[in-house]
């Protein structure tokens, strides 16, 4: 959620700008620094409207309730958030200089000077239209890159790259192929770097099941039949009353506790989200045992993030180890990622966690290989298979496996089975077994059903591309 609350902290609710004289349009940047972040607006005018973006580096338009001139002044306001820009063209210097007052009343200057759109980093996929694919390059990070072998199609990759560019599918931030073991594509839009970390979202929920299969192994957790009752003492009551007690592991991992949720059908600012109720809760813990539960033999599967911090309590209490050590020394440390994001712990567990696209490669490079990396077993081969396979059938070719997602592909009559990690937003990370073939991406789309786009680029570019 940390991206979302960025974002919600800079979609500023009232802006007015006086100007004497003809108000000046076109295209304006301007830099607002609100420690410890530094935030790139875009005001774009065209005398008739306007538009303000934010770009970080990939450009957020901020909506904007209203907009209209008044004596000479132009105002823009968003009723629900509690901050306003108020400033003065200055013809002298031809900007727009003034103090951006955020929601604690405190002042932040910015000027807004004229720009070329075209040279802003973040307003588009590249600001150079030319494509060329490049090796990636060779990083002493644990990832072996190579040149495009004769059974791709680098007709289909460069149609892919140049989809991506032209924003057919839009706001894609990097997208990264791995086959048989070696990284043969990588590349990155909107300013983005392969250094730049990116909260995964719930992503983050596969590294989770990873966690709970060491677990197992090493006979901290018994089985996943047993009841999430023993793990959550801090709400005994809740977890352990008549209504919840056979809630399982198994059902946090399968999204099939039977507990009344609704997190998919609405976005997770709107307040018909269960997620945006219980996350705003006290203790979301005892917001989400306190929902009706289906009787028993009725469980149904419901997509549900508060199971994942459930999960990282029972991973919390079967060890007595935090969630950021566990993950470090049990799964991190081992693939060579140093890099990271973990967060706050909230409620003693952490939550969505940020990295890199190539740590995000590396997770599925270690589940195609059966939990091996660089020659040792960092997750039981049995766990990756049952934790990617099918527990619960969803659609004609999807499923949910334990904290994974699985997907059958249509590729010229041929059916490619999947497993994949998905994060809000479109962040993904797809394996596909029989094809020795790894693909992640990240991306932006916080308004809009990206998995037809990810789908898309996957059945009708990538798997083509990638030979039998």
């Not at 974002?7 to 004289?21: H, N, Q």
């Amino acid at each position: 959620m940390i991206f979302k609350n960025v974002i919600a902290a800079v979609l500023t609710a009232l802006c007015t700008v006086g100007f004497k004289g003809p108000e000046p349009t076109g295209d304006w940047f301007g830099i607002l620094k609100i420690k410890p972040m530094t935030y790139r607006l875009y005001l774009k005018h065209s005398g008739t409207s306007s538009q303000l973006f934010i770009l970080n580096p990939k450009a957020n338009e901020i909506p904007l309730d209203t907009l209209y001139f008044k004596n000479d002044s132009l105002h823009f306001k968003r009723g629900d958030f509690y901050s306003e820009f108020n400033g003065a063209y200055q013809s002298s210097s031809n900007s727009i200089q003034g103090f951006w007052i955020d929601d604690g009343h405190k002042k932040h200057h910015v000027t807004f000077v004229p720009v070329d759109a075209d040279t802003l980093t973040g307003l588009h996929p590249r600001t150079s239209k030319m494509l060329t694919w490049q090796r990636p390059r060779q990083e002493d990070d644990g990832l072996q890159t190579c040149a495009l072998s004769d059974s791709m199609n680098p007709v289909l990759l460069d149609s892919l790259s140049r989809s991506i560019m032209d924003e057919k599918f839009p706001n894609i931030h990097s997208l990264l192929i791995s086959k048989d073991g070696c990284l043969f594509y990588e590349d990155y839009f909107y300013g983005w770097k392969a250094d730049d970390l990116w909260l995964t979202q719930s992503v983050t929920k596969s590294f989770t099941s990873a966690l709970i299969g060491i677990s197992l192994s090493k006979g901290e957790i018994k089985n996943l039949d047993e009841s999430i009752c023993k793990y959550l003492k801090n709400n005994k009551e809740k977890a352990c009353n008549a209504q919840n007690r056979s809630i399982t592991i198994r059902d946090l991992l399968s999204m099939t506790t039977g507990l009344e949720w609704n997190e998919l059908e609405f976005d997770y600012y709107d307040g018909r989200n269960t997620a945006n109720e219980c996350g705003k809760a006290p203790d979301p813990f005892e917001c989400v045992l306190s929902r009706a539960r289906a009787k028993p033999g009725e469980g149904h599967f419901a997509y549900n993030s508060m199971n994942h911090l459930m999960a990282n309590m029972v991973l919390r209490e079967s060890k007595s180890m935090r969630n950021a050590k566990e993950l470090r020394q049990r799964l991190l440390d081992p693939l060579g990622i140093t890099e990271v994001n973990l967060g706050k712990e909230n409620f003693g567990v952490i939550g969505d966690i940020g990295m890199t696209p190539r740590s995000m490669l590396k997770l599925g490079m270690l589940y195609l290989n059966n939990g091996v990396w660089n020659g040792k077993s960092i997750i039981p081969s049995n766990w990756v298979g049952e934790s990617t396979s099918t527990h619960v059938k969803i659609g004609d070719r999807e499923g949910y496996g334990y904290f994974w997602w699985t997907k059958q592909f249509n590729v010229n009559g041929q059916v490619l089975d999947c497993f994949y990690a998905w994060g809000y937003g479109g962040q993904y990370i797809f394996v596909v077994p029989t094809r020795k073939l790894v693909v992640c991406m990240t991306a932006s789309n916080w308004i809009m059903d990206e998995k037809k786009y990810a789908f898309d680029m996957m059945e009708n570019y990538i798997l083509p591309a990638t030979g039998i």
